[in-house]
């Protein structure tokens, strides 16, 4: 394991580097297969996905939340899953928003205070709360304002998070078990916190060190929202080069570097034998700053996803959520938590580095891609 001692994204991305799209590994004493041709990946995470590749690697140290939707398998996945997915349909986002908004709003108050003081702001001690404050509320109707009560533990609400309004009844009807149900609540906390917390972190860098880029959101926002008017839902997902810049952020910072799918038996695919129980990883990391898919990989430029240019993507070339049956069911709640948080800030502030703002970001090298240090920026009251 000494090779991953600069973070696994790193060696990923000297390995593609080194031998092109297909290589092998040992993570220990287990063999591993890594994929980045588009074709074999559409055919592993599409195709393939119910028949050999329905499954993660395993770890075995799941504890309680062995049948969590990210961990469970086969069967069991697929029926939490179809339990689940109604939960985050475009429909039932709008209906959380007006909750969503209560969040943002204590977000901007809460920044506003360090932006009076002209202090830097440690941005994951306020993305952080934000994010927590949405899913516990719009998931288990808890609200722990964590964003004003940053010492209230989050234990003295636990029983609370099995009111599970988000999912309603609708979980007990179609079977899953108490366990399940327990299982899912404190998975969509654990991902909703933290990969959401850190994707806005990341972003509000690359605004932060691309003003240019915050000054075309900013009068995409004014002309959405004239006079610092109220966020729609509508709207706000109408928004073209919002929806770039948030796009481009992600496949900078992809959250989770590495996908990963175990062959249920031997297949051939593209002229290439995969034996049975092999772990087959998709390195999202370099396939996402490959120079010849992405010309000036490490330049924030959110017009390559404009209308015009997105349509030339490979799907298969920007997976910041996954791809497939087995994607990330939490994306579009992310997307729109994301949008929400970054508009409202945006309508009143800009971002701006200061001394403390570390560039390049120098990455923690363990388990999801996080800054190894605090993030820090400044934030300016617009004229």
């Not at 709360?129 to 636990?158: E, G, Q, R």
């Amino acid at each position: 394991m000494l090779h991953y001692r600069k973070g696994f994204f790193n060696f990923d991305e000297n390995c593609y580097k080194k031998y092109g799209k297909i290589w092998g590994i040992y993570d220990g004493r287990q063999p591993v297969l890594c994929i980045a041709d588009p074709a074999m990946i559409k055919s592993i995470l599409i195709k393939e996905c119910y028949s050999l590749f329905t499954n993660r690697r395993n770890f075995r140290l799941n504890g309680p939340l062995y049948d969590a939707v990210s961990i469970a398998e086969d069967d069991q996945w697929r029926r939490i899953r179809s339990v689940l997915s109604p939960s985050f349909t475009s429909g039932r986002l709008k209906e959380m928003f007006d909750i969503m908004k209560q969040h943002s709003a204590n977000l901007t108050s809460s920044m506003k205070k360090m932006a009076d003081k002209d202090e830097p702001l440690e941005l994951k001690e306020f993305f952080g709360p934000y994010s927590m404050d949405v899913v516990t509320s719009t998931a288990f109707s808890v609200d722990i304002d964590s964003l004003n009560n940053p010492s209230d533990p989050f234990v003295t609400n636990i029983k609370k998070m099995l009111k599970f309004d988000l999912f309603n009844p609708l979980f007990l009807a179609i079977g899953l078990n108490d366990h399940e149900i327990l299982s899912q609540s404190m998975i969509f906390i654990f991902a909703g916190y933290e990969t959401s917390s850190s994707s806005l972190t990341f972003l509000a860098h690359s605004l932060a060190t691309n003003p240019e880029v915050m000054k075309k959101l900013q009068e995409e926002i004014d002309a959405t929202f004239p006079n610092k008017a109220p966020i729609e839902y509508q709207a706000l997902m109408e928004m073209e080069y919002l929806d770039c810049v948030i796009n481009e952020s992600l496949r900078i910072y992809p959250i989770a570097p590495r996908l990963e799918r175990v062959a249920k038996a031997s297949v051939e695919i593209n002229g290439l034998l995969i034996p049975k129980d092999m772990v087959v990883l998709v390195p999202t990391w370099p396939i996402h700053r490959d120079p010849e898919l992405w010309p000036e990989p490490e330049k924030f430029k959110p017009e390559r996803f404009s209308k015009a240019n997105k349509e030339k993507i490979d799907p298969y070339t920007y997976m910041p959520f996954g791809a497939g049956p087995r994607n990330c069911i939490g994306m579009r709640f992310a997307l729109v938590m994301m949008k929400l948080a970054i508009v409202e800030i945006l309508q009143r502030y800009s971002f701006s580095v200061c001394k403390e703002t570390e560039i390049p970001i120098e990455m923690d090298i363990q388990g999801l891609l996080m800054p190894k240090r605090p993030i820090k920026l400044k934030l300016a009251p617009r004229s």
